[in-house]
């Protein structure tokens, strides 16, 4: 069986008001093979998002833009390799640079 990927944008409160709803419609609009795109409620990191939670990576991106999830799709959910400049460092300490 491949590899099943899902893809949690929060969309509570905070997330919401720093732009959730279009990373959720920019992620909607790039569908992928194998992977699931959920809307969710909080995920604890209000004030740090919009936040995208790739599992069953247990990959962390914060402060996601629209613009950026191409970037996300592209490069980690088709070749999985994390968008490092994206990640929530208390979540990834090893990529602070």
Not at 27 to 54: H, I, K
Request: aromatic fraction near 4%; charge should be positive; charged fraction near 20%.
């Amino acid at each position: 069986m491949p590899n099943v990927k899902q893809v949690l944008v929060c969309q509570n409160r905070t997330c919401r008001k720093q732009g959730a709803k279009s990373i959720l419609e920019a992620f909607a609009a790039l569908p992928v093979p194998g992977v699931t795109v959920t809307a969710s409620s909080c995920l604890g990191q209000c004030g740090n998002g919009p936040m995208v939670l790739v599992l069953p990576d247990m990959v962390w991106y914060c402060g996601v833009r629209s613009n950026e999830v191409a970037l996300i799709v592209e490069q980690h959910l088709i070749g999985d390799k994390k968008v490092t400049q994206m990640l929530d460092k208390r979540f990834h300490p090893e990529q602070k640079k």
